[in-house]
C-alpha cells in the first residue's frame, strides 16, 4: 500500500456520514492527505418523480433543491472534521456511479463509506450504494458497521488489526495492505485463513497436511511484505471465522481482499459481502 494521499468521503447527510467522517479524518491526519467529500444529488425523476408538475417547475425545483444541497455541504460535518481542510463537491446522476467515477477520475487512494445505504438504489445489485461502490470501484474500499451509531474513534483505533486472506490472487495486495497499517499505527497484526470443515473420520492426517501447506504459503507471504503477525488457520464458514476473530482479537480493523476483476459477478465475492456486513469494526477491502 502506498501513502494516502486522496481520500474520497461520500455523505448522504445522514448519522451514518457522521460515523465514516470520523474514520477519514483519523486517516486524513496520520497520513496528511486530501480529503474530498462527495454528494450525489439524485436526477430531478428521483427526487420530484411523484409529484404532477411542468417540466419548467420540475426544473425550478431541482434548481433550488441543488442551491440548497451546496449550501447544506458546505458546513456538514464541520465539528467532525475541525482543523481538517476538505473540498466539497455536488454531482448528479447516479449516486454509485458517481462515486465510482469521480474516485477513477480523481485518482483517489481510498473510498470511506458506510456500509449500509438507504434510497432508491437500495434493490440494486446487493442492497445499498455502497454495495454497488464494492461491486465496480478497482480501489479500496473502507466500510463500517452500524456508522448511524457515529462512534467516536479514539487515540489508538487500529491497537489490533486482522486480516483475512484465502491465498488466492488478491492476498498479496491484502496483506500488502494490513502490513502496511500495522506499520503506521503500530499494531498487532494478526493473519487468518479458513480451511474447508474438518474432514472424514480417517482424514485427519491429509487435513493436517493442508493445514502446513498452507502455513507455509502465509509464512512465504509474510517474508514477500515484511510481515511480523500471528497467523491463525482454521476450518469452517470463512465470514464466520473471520468476524469471530475479528471480536476475538478486540479489532480496529479488518483487511479482506475484494477481487481483482470486474467480470459477470464484479468484485464483489459472497465472502467479502457476508464479512462486511457481520464485522463487529470497520472493513477495508482491497
Known sequence: MKSLSKILLPVDFSERSLGAARYAKVLVDHFHAELTLLHVLSPPHY???????GGSMLTELYTNRAAQVEKELETFLAPELAGTEAKRVV????????IVEYAHQEKADLIVMPTHGYGPFRQFILGSITAKVLHDADIPVWTGVHLEEAPQVGPKPFLNIVCAVDLGPQSCKTLEW??????????????????PCSPATGQDHRAREMEMAVRDDLTRLQQRWGTE????????DAPKVVCEMAEKRHAGLLVIGRGSAAGVFGRLRTNAYAII????CPVVSV
Open 277 to 280: 456486513r457481520q464485522s463487529p
Open 91 to 98: 454531482l448528479e446522476g447516479d449516486p454509485a456511479r458517481q
Open 178 to 195: 494490513a502490513t502496511a497499517m500495522q506499520k503506521e499505527f503500530g499494531s498487532h497484526l494478526t493473519v487468518v485463513h479458513t480451511m
Open 229 to 236: 503477525a500471528e497467523v491463525v488457520v482454521e476450518p469452517g
Open 47 to 53: 427526487e420530484f418523480g411523484a409529484l404532477e408538475i
